[in-house]
């Protein structure tokens, strides 16, 4: 019974104890997005924003780099961009001034257009320093960030919410988004499957990341047979690339198939009517068996090597007498 109270009253403690030690965090970015404006290759730019928190705990922001992607360009005022975007990654391109950073507690109380308090607040700064060969056009990264608690914090500390921060520049120079199918093949067998070659190539000036394009396949009758995805890939301007499919041929008859690819590259599409061939599969070869070989002492070389070496030491001996 002693044993039982006890339990309950470390229980208690447990439970009325904890929730007050522990730390919920949520951190945004004000801009949430920012165009920086046009930076010339070489160059560099200084960039700064806001790291905002509605929480009144304190924590360690770590700050990192990776690459945008083409969705900021979508129902927002930077649709027009789009044309002109480069999909080359610019993660590398960024140097912190100060990382990690503190997101401190502010006695300013500004509100966000959401209406909650804004209790913590930080300026970051960072660099974006454009190499002499970048390419033309827009591009955009993003900063991460990876809150956690000071070293002086002992409590449970929970990550609500973490919104990073999206920046924008220009690069000047000619923007070309093109690219064209040079056509389709069969490839090797995996399995039951069928591998489809799609070969696109970039042909503009910009690095592009095509959506999965579609393979759709006909029978003799022109009837869709079959429709397919491709992999995607990042494609350098000139660059050409494999986009695979895997296509299931279990039952089908050998033979040639015609074949509709399409790529879309978003701003833009190609496509390339083929004909496929589905092929005998090569036969697996036959496993090699091992050939058990009963091991023979050399006796006869034994012999040989006994009589060279009494020959030699009779030859010595002769020639000392």
Request: glycine share 6%; hydrophobic share 40%; charged share 20%.
């Amino acid at each position: 019974m002693m044993n039982l109270k006890f339990f309950l009253l470390t229980l208690f403690l447990f439970i009325f104890f904890i929730p007050n030690s522990r730390a919920q965090l949520s951190v945004g970015v004000s801009p949430p997005s920012l165009y920086v404006g046009e930076i010339q290759p070489g160059e560099y730019k200084i960039v700064r924003f806001n790291l905002i928190t509605s929480s009144e705990d304190v924590a360690l922001v770590y700050l990192g780099s990776v690459k945008g992607n083409i969705d900021i360009f979508v129902h927002n005022e930077y649709k027009d961009f789009i044309w002109n975007y480069s999909e080359e990654d610019v993660s590398s391109w960024v140097e912190f001034v100060s990382n990690p950073v503190e997101l401190k507690h502010t006695d300013e109380q500004p509100r966000t257009k959401a209406g909650s308090t804004i209790k913590g607040a930080t300026e970051i700064t960072f660099l974006i320093h454009v190499p002499k060969d970048a390419e033309p056009g827009y591009h955009t990264g993003k900063i991460t960030l990876d809150p956690r608690p000071p070293p002086t914090y002992t409590g449970m500390f929970t990550i609500k919410a973490v919104v990073p921060f999206t920046y924008i520049f220009k690069v000047p120079g000619i923007t070309v988004r093109e690219g064209r199918i040079f056509g389709l093949a069969s490839g090797d067998y995996s399995g039951n499957n069928l591998i489809l070659e799609v070969f696109f190539q970039n042909t503009g000036t910009v690095t592009m990341f095509p959506n999965a394009g579609t393979i759709e396949i006909f029978d003799e009758r022109n009837r869709t047979l079959d429709t397919l995805s491709t992999s995607r890939d990042y494609i350098k301007p000139g660059e050409m690339k494999r986009l695979k499919a895997f296509w299931n041929v279990e039952g089908l008859k050998l033979g040639e198939y015609e074949a509709l690819a399409e790529v879309d590259y978003v701003t833009g599409f190609a496509i390339k009517m083929s004909t496929i061939e589905v092929y005998e599969r090569p036969s697996v070869p036959p496993t090699a068996k091992a050939i058990e070989r009963i091991y023979l002492f050399p006796w006869r070389i034994l012999v040989v090597i006994v009589i060279v070496i009494i020959g030699y030491l009779f030859y010595r001996r002769q020639r000392h007498e």
